[in-house]
């Protein structure tokens, strides 16, 4: 089974519809991330938790809200979808100590 | 200008070739480098990190330098199966920088039998 899964893989979505993507580890991380990648544009941060009482807002965070339920869960929202919200979005986690951060499979978002 | 810069090729190499990827940081302050690779429609994974004095994981030879704020990736005898994308990933020293990465737009390679 893979240490960290998102929910769902895909998803349509119309203008305005409020969304939730969900992200699950087995991995015992404290720290968890939320990433939106777009062409061209790379892995932008949105937002990070370094545990379930830490949340940051990263570089992109507007229009997003996130929420840390446990230690292994990390839900983003997207309160009113827009279409430039369209992008793969993916999930990661670091443990204390390290660098090295290990990703979800990725959440493809389509907002019409 | 962005914190972290690569060139976005596309790279497209016969197998066999050497091929080098660089990579620029705007931010002094970074303490902390790596390449991650992402292939197609799937999640980045940590490739190597990199190290002041350079290091070789086999075929890939990662450089670091700091007074030129670069790093470079360089891969010996391209196999078919290296066609993928190449992020370069810094981050700066401890504080709330601890563990917030700053990735590259990517740099894309194909092999060709």
């Known amino acids: 089974d893979a240490d960290v899964t998102q929910t769902p893989r895909n998803r349509i979505t119309k203008t305005g519809k409020r969304i939730m993507l969900e992200c699950s580890q087995t991995?015992?991380?404290?720290?968890m991330y939320w990433y939106r990648q777009d062409p061209g544009l790379g892995l932008r941060l949105i937002y990070y938790?370094?545990?379930?009482?830490?949340?940051n807002k990263g570089e992109i965070s507007d229009g997003y809200s996130v929420s840390r339920q446990a230690q292994a869960k990390f839900s983003l929202s997207l309160e009113s979808a827009i279409p430039n919200q369209t992008a793969l979005y993916f999930c990661?986690?670091?443990?204390?100590?390290?660098?090295?951060?290990?990703f979800g499979p990725g959440t493809r978002l389509t907002v019409t | 200008r962005k914190e972290v810069e690569q060139d976005p090729g596309p790279f497209n190499v016969p197998e066999g070739a050497t091929v080098a990827f660089n990579c620029t940081y705007s931010?002094?302050?970074?303490?902390?480098f790596f390449w991650y690779r992402q292939d197609c429609r799937k999640e980045p994974k940590l490739l190597m990190s990199?190290?002041?004095s350079g290091n070789e994981d086999g075929r890939f030879t990662a450089q670091l330098n700091r007074a030129s704020q670069y790093i470079s990736l360089l891969i010996r005898d391209s196999k078919l199966s290296d066609s993928a994308t190449y992020l370069c990933?810094?981050?700066?020293?401890?504080?709330?920088?601890?563990?917030?990465?700053?990735f590259g737009q990517g740099t894309i390679l194909t092999v060709h039998p």
């Open positions: 990661a986690t670091m443990g204390r100590g390290s660098y090295e951060q290990y």
């Open positions: 991995k015992g991380h404290d720290r």
């Open positions: 938790s370094f545990d379930v009482k830490d949340i």
């Open positions: 931010n002094s302050a970074s303490q902390s």
């Open positions: 990199v190290y002041s």
């Open positions: 990933v810094v981050n700066l020293a401890g504080g709330t920088s601890y563990g917030k990465l700053t």
